[in-house]
């Protein structure tokens, strides 16, 4: 699974800082992405969002298809036929999609992910046009070849072989723990990919699933930059407008029951000389007030180095150079759907012992327990949150907007809220935050996964 490109500039967006702004100045200086949302006849969702700061846009394709509901026996067939959208279409032969979008000064993308598979391109906003053009002709159809699904199937095994099973702590604990918290096979199975299920795939596999997922009506369609506004209208009509919709089937229940009894696990990795440790907790309903209160708890307890257990782990007892971690380590913790973990995760010296981490852990949570968070804490957290969200929504020339546009009309058919997500935090209370800590950051909805490290041993 190809990883999204790391972001090389942020936006900086000029946000009032005098201190106790009355609520209407706090109001003024909230920044308000535009959002221009409809569908087309096919159903194809369009979320249109102008920024005039840079000659550049971004054109982003989302389908409503992630690792959770690719077919059983057919695992990594997902990320499989990412790797086939490149492959040529009725008008762009093999890898000319990247070399139109290459030579005409832009850089591209896809990856796979929990809730969906993105595309993006971003190019000088002259080139918006063929973009777009680019995108329907790739949506209309594919070149499936037996040729070219072999040949992929090879690329994507290697890439299972140099990212995970040749790699020292490959899939941990990104790919890992899901497998081991999670009891329902949608949400717990090998997204990358079992070798064997890699091999099964045939072209009438390949050709069902492109007709079924790959159509407008399972797909967002997100532009972000310069652009005139009727003018991409009329593009996106255009071009898209008679690509005929598909028959969905059923969503599979991907729901997972309540986690009654803390878990523990260990893994052995031949290739690692250190070992680590990953504990995650089971997350909210997404959009539940308690899903906010989690995402304010991730601060508090683990970004930056202010963070709880960073003071605890790294500063006073050492264990360790850093903590990681986060909700959804495939992206952040607004653009995926279905059941999710928050996670921490650390690498540390093998004299020191996994209990003596975890107990160091308890002691963070325990404290928590008794004498919950304080305001000053919560304010803290939603200045951090902020900071964080902003440079998301900046990032990359704004394809992290793209990102939470196409995510939300994916997910919940309303793009618009990209501009709720601030006051939504802002609208946690220490109770709600207290009360989160009581029914999620406890022993029975967590997961422990230890590696133990067999590089230097005989």
Wanted: charged share 25%; glycine share 6%.
């Amino acid at each position: 699974m190809k990883k999204l490109l790391s972001p090389t500039l942020l936006l900086i967006l000029l946000i009032g800082c005098t201190p106790q702004k009355t609520e209407e100045a706090e109001a003024e200086s909230s920044f308000e992405v535009p959002v221009d949302y409809y569908k087309l006849d096919n159903g194809l969702k369009v979320i249109l969002s102008q920024d005039k700061t840079a000659p550049t846009v971004v054109v982003a394709v989302y389908y409503n298809i992630g690792f959770r509901i690719e077919p059983r026996d057919r695992t990594g067939f997902a990320h499989l036929f990412e790797h086939m959208m490149f492959q040529g279409s009725q008008n762009l032969g093999k890898m000319e999609f990247i070399k139109l979008v290459q030579q005409n000064g832009g850089v591209l993308n896809g990856s796979t992910r929990f809730d969906f598979t993105n595309y993006f391109e971003i190019v000088p906003s002259n080139k918006l046009e063929t973009m777009l053009w680019a995108e329907a002709d790739r949506m209309k159809g594919l070149d499936i070849t037996q040729e070219n699904l072999t040949n992929q199937q090879g690329v994507v095994k290697n890439e299972v072989k140099v990212n995970v099973l040749n790699q020292p702590y490959g899939g941990f604990p990104w790919l890992d723990m899901p497998q081991y918290a999670n009891e329902n096979w949608y949400n717990a199975h090998n997204f990358y990919g079992d070798l064997e299920d890699l091999d099964a795939a045939n072209l009438k596999d390949v050709q069902s699933f492109f007709d079924t997922y790959y159509s407008p009506n399972n797909a967002a369609l997100a532009v972000v930059g310069d652009f005139e506004t009727e003018e991409a209208k009329q593009w996106i009509e255009q071009y898209f407008a008679e690509i005929p919709a598909a028959e969905l089937p059923a969503l599979p229940d991907i729901s997972e029951k309540p986690q009654t009894a803390e878990k523990r696990f260990e893994k052995e990795d031949k290739l690692a000389n250190k070992p680590a440790i990953a504990i995650a907790y089971h997350m909210p309903e997404r959009n539940s007030t308690s899903y906010y209160a989690m995402g304010l708890l991730d601060q508090i307890l683990v970004q930056g180095d202010n963070s709880l257990l960073y003071k605890k782990l790294v500063k006073e007892e050492g264990y360790a150079a850093g903590v990681g971690g986060g909700i959804n380590y495939l992206g952040n913790m607004f653009n995926y759907k279905g059941p999710m973990q928050w996670m921490f995760n650390l690498t540390y010296d093998n004299d020191v012992a996994a209990d003596s981490i975890i107990q160091s852990v308890d002691e963070v949570m325990m404290d928590l327990q008794e004498n919950g968070v304080t305001q000053e804490m919560l304010d803290n957290a939603i200045v951090k949150m902020r900071s964080s969200l902003y440079d998301n929504l900046g990032g990359f020339f704004g394809f992290g907007r793209a990102d939470l546009l196409a995510s939300f009309a994916l997910f919940d058919d309303d793009p618009s809220r990209i501009n709720e997500i601030e006051p939504r935090f802002k609208e946690v209370t220490v109770e709600d935050v207290n009360q989160t800590i009581d029914e999620y950051l406890v022993k029975r909805n967590r997961t422990i996964l230890t590696l133990k490290p067999l590089a230097n041993e005989n």
